[in-house]
């Protein structure tokens, strides 16, 4: 069965300091990737997705960036962090073809401060 | 315009009722329309996809999509308070693009 691990579950980190969080996904080949960030109440903002190693597609321009350096593996990262950035960030994964749902992992909750 | 809309609620339903949540999208060439739940502080679980145009059962949940109207909803039926939760709606780009788009979400509440 498909798995999909996330870490850490949450996170406290002072402005300008460095992130990377990173996603793996187990049971599945050729996944598509995806980060979704999600603000206090309100909905899923897509941030990247990729349909392969080492192609990224970003959807926000912002102070994020993210790699895709192994089939399943993603991370996304920061040089230095904003307050703006704090939120519950989501990876997820989904198969390629016509269907295409995601399935999430259990989130990263950072705390920019 | 949003890519996908969702009516941010609350939606308050009395326990038994039928909770209907809707979502409209932009892109009229999008294919495929996936219903999610959030429970508070937890990461979204995939409930129902729908692909074409209709009716979708699924236990005591409904999809329906109506791609000429560019309109997706989904009714819970005999709600109980569990179901309490955001619901998400999703919808998928034409062409397997990969890039899947989420509403805000609806609160539904429903009260014993």
């Known amino acids: 069965s498909q798995t999909i691990h996330q870490w850490p579950a949450t996170l406290v980190q002072p402005v300008g300091s460095p992130l990377s969080l990173e996603c793996t996904v187990e049971?599945?080949?050729?996944?598509?990737l995806y980060w979704y960030r999600q603000a206090a109440g309100r909905g899923l903002q897509l941030l990247f997705y990729?349909?392969?190693?080492?192609?990224i597609s970003s959807e926000v321009p912002q102070n994020l960036s993210a790699s895709r350096p192994q089939d399943r593996q993603f991370i996304l990262s920061s040089k230095k962090l904003l307050l703006s950035d704090s939120g519950f960030y989501l990876c997820?994964?989904?198969?390629?073809?016509?269907?295409?749902?995601?399935?999430f992992g259990q989130g990263t909750r950072l705390t920019v401060v | 315009q949003k890519e996908v809309e969702q009516n941010s609620g609350p939606l308050s339903v009395p326990e038994g009722a039928i909770a209907s949540l809707n979502c409209t999208y932009s892109?009229?060439?999008?294919?495929?329309f996936f219903w999610y739940r959030q429970y508070s502080g937890k990461s979204p679980e995939l409930i129902m996809s729908?692909?074409?145009?209709g009716d979708k059962e699924d236990g005591r949940f409904t999809a329906q999509l109506n791609k000429a109207s560019q309109y997706v909803s989904l009714l819970i039926r005999d709600s109980q308070p569990s179901d309490s939760a955001t619901y998400l709606c999703?919808?998928?780009?034409?062409?397997?693009?990969?890039?899947?788009?989420f509403g805000q979400g609806t609160t539904l509440q429903v009260k014993p």
């Open positions: 990729s349909v392969g190693i080492g192609q």
């Open positions: 892109d009229r060439g999008s294919q495929s």
């Open positions: 729908i692909y074409s145009n």
């Open positions: 999703a919808v998928n780009g034409p062409s397997n693009t990969g890039k899947l788009i």
């Open positions: 049971g599945t080949s050729n996944p598509n």
């Open positions: 997820a994964h989904g198969s390629r073809g016509r269907g295409t749902e995601a399935f």
